[in-house]
């Protein structure tokens, strides 16, 4: 059923779906950022790899009683530090979020299978509902939206070097092993956050797509940040309203608005901004 445009401002004095526009606000001011370090460390998998390490989290909840997204965040932040020490593999980040993704999957399952719980309701958590956001969570990512950009924006010069050459940041004195650590930290607690919001799969409207978006507009490390912050909070509170005008499930029409930016935005010529990516391995420089 299609509603009446005036219908929206009805909607938007409901309490859920002022929290829900709240969240989505606060969730577009930070995450885009963590998308950009998403694609400049070359990390895409770990979208994936977090899902599944959430899914581990709310396992372990459901059966212990604790909160499920709280045990998921737990989960995300444990999982991202253990990956790190990976990252100086032949393989690097890619090889560690692999693996992630198949043990984590694994103990899910398993856990499921021990406790007797309904692997359908964990699964149900993973779909997201952004209606069903509360003050909570709005607090989360509150804390993510500061966080966040002002981490960026405190360490930008070692970012700038990490994601243009390991090497170079290492010999300009950057501790890089800490700085990718805390990263990978930062990223999975950012991933598992927007879960409530998009859900697992939809997740990349929050995060990679605003930045896929800014790459091809920025002309440096914080002129794409910048712009993916922009694109981030302007699609996804374009999406969102569409979604309520239309009657839709919010998480695809915010991918679905995200992507058609990017497809627009790509016949922009790309500029020279390949360089901040960083390669996909992260292992240290040999020594000789």
């Known amino acids: 059923m299609i509603l009446a445009v005036a219908d929206v401002g009805e909607l938007l004095q409901l309490a859920p779906v002022q929290r829900a526009g709240a969240g989505l606000l606060l969730a ?15 990390i895409m998998p770990v979208r994936f790899a977090m899902m599944h390490v959430a899914l581990l989290g709310i396992a372990v909840g459901l059966w ?6 709280l045990c998921a965040l737990v989960a995300c932040a444990l999982a991202g530090a253990g990956v790190a020490p990976m990252a100086r593999s032949p393989d690097g980040l890619s090889g560690a979020m692999g693996l992630l993704m198949s043990l984590a999957i694994a103990a899910a399952l398993l856990t499921l299978s021990v ?16 209606l069903s956001v509360e003050t909570a969570d709005l607090w989360l990512l ?3 939206a500061v966080v966040v950009p002002a981490l960026f924006w405190w360490r930008r010069r070692d970012l700038a070097l990490l994601l243009y050459d390991r090497e170079l940041a290492l010999a300009s004195g950057v ?4 700085l990718t650590l805390f990263l990978l ?3 999975a607690v950012s991933v598992a ?15 990679l797509l605003p930045a896929l978006a800014a790459r091809r507009i920025g002309t440096s490390l914080t002129s794409i940040t ?38 627009a935005v790509h016949v922009i010529p790309e500029r020279r901004t390949h360089a901040w990516r960083a390669p996909a391995s992260l292992a240290p420089p040999s020594s000789h």
């Open 115 to 130: 406790a007797g719980v309904n692997a359908s309701g964990a699964f149900a958590l993973l779909w997201g509902s952004i």
């Open 64 to 69: 212990t009683g604790l909160d499920p997204m």
């Open 226 to 263: 910048v712009w993916a912050v922009v694109i981030g909070i302007s699609v996804n509170t374009a999406g969102f309203l569409l979604a309520l005008a239309f009657d839709l499930p919010p998480g695809p029409v915010l991918v679905l608005v995200a992507g058609a930016v990017v497809l």
């Open 28 to 42: 577009s001011a930070g995450l885009p950022v963590i998308g950009v370090v998403i694609v400049g460390l070359d």
């Open 185 to 187: 930290v930062l990223v």
């Open 175 to 178: 501790r890089v092993e800490r």
């Open 142 to 144: 509150g804390a993510l």
């Open 193 to 207: 956050g927007a879960i409530k919001l998009t859900g697992a799969l939809l997740v990349d409207a929050l995060t």
